[in-house]
């Protein structure tokens, strides 16, 4: 497998990576990975914190067993978290040294409140069950709310660096 | 890409043009009487296109939009979304002055309900032009708004409504008021189920028009 791959379609500068809506990338540091405009997806961030390897995935829906199903690899949660650890341990990366943490799962318009629960909050659920079911400690996350986030994943620090329209900048 | 541009043929689109032009002349005539001031309108753009394309279209994904989201129900299911970008905010807000004189700061309550209502009238006007033509009984739900970035706004109706298919209606309109130019943008974001019923509808109108 190369390295730095991904699903098709992320956009590179130097060393940065970009991921979009409903895609995911592994790469070692010193990269760092982007994912702007979450609003109820939510991305999770897996880094061996030894091997300093990350893999990154912009997911969109809890579960990808739905009658309208055929989903790619990375825009569900199941799946996507399958994908990034696979290629994440054929990087070299090791289960145990695996952590997470998370971004997103906001509920952006008060008139969704009546659909219960949101589909961020469903993602949200989604994800903490199969890091548990994984045993991946989840060791960091700033989600639900009402507002939008872009963030940056450093892969030499495993830090992620949040953005938010009219907010401060924050580091998990 | 191109597959999903052509699930409408250029004459189907030349028919929703037509549609979507007597939307906006209509929008043009509620905005005069609600501002008391001549409103026009410049023919609208229109553009079909898959999900992951429309942010950018409307501006850069990262700057903040206001928006104003209503879900669509009856004959043709989904989402509606009225957009103004965010580098028209001080035009935008001149002209709430007209509606709610007196309001000098950014965006009050007032200035905020008045934008809502803004986007209850395009949603009015074009599902109003949208059953004139083709006989489809669509409605829209109560209008909310929020601002922030286009992309997070748009993300939970794009992995919900659309799923595989993605096919956006976005309709861009430029409004003149006192020489300065307003461009805004109405997203309607049909159901997996509903864009058949659409397209289909188009059609017969059109053989009902003789244009068929």
Known sequence: ?172 | MNNKEKLLSEEQLDFLREMISIGAGNAATAFTQMLQCEVKVTIPALHILPAPQAPSIIGDPSLPVLCVRMGMVGDVAGELFFIIPDEQKTKLTHLVERATPGTKKKYTDVDLSVLTEVGNIIAGVYLTAIHDFCKLNIYHTVPTLAIDMIQSLLDESLATQSRQVQTLILIENEFIVDEHLIRTFFLMIPSMESVKTLVDSIDQARMALGEG
């Open chain 1, 1 to 172: 497998m190369r390295d730095e791959t991904g699903s098709k379609g992320e956009v590179r500068m130097r060393n940065k990576i970009a991921v979009r809506m409903g895609e995911g990338v592994v790469a070692r540091a010193p990269h760092i990975i982007s994912s702007l405009g979450l609003g109820s997806c939510v991305t999770v961030a897996l880094y061996d914190t030894k091997r300093r390897i990350g893999g990154l995935a912009h997911i969109m829906l809890p579960d990808s067993n739905s009658p309208n199903g055929r989903y790619t690899t990375y825009q569900c949660a199941d799946t996507a978290i399958t994908a990034l650890l696979e290629q994440m341990q054929s990087k070299g990366a090791i289960l145990k040294d695996i952590v997470a943490k998370m971004v997103g799962g906001a509920r952006m318009f008060s008139s969704y409140d009546g659909l219960n629960p949101g589909i961020g909050e469903q993602n949200i659920i989604s994800i903490k069950h199969i890091l548990n079911r994984q045993g991946i400690p989840l060791i960091a996350e700033d989600i639900g709310g009402h507002h939008g986030r872009n963030i940056e994943f450093h892969l030499d620090s495993g830090k992620l660096v949040i953005k938010a329209v009219g907010k401060e900048v924050t580091e998990i």
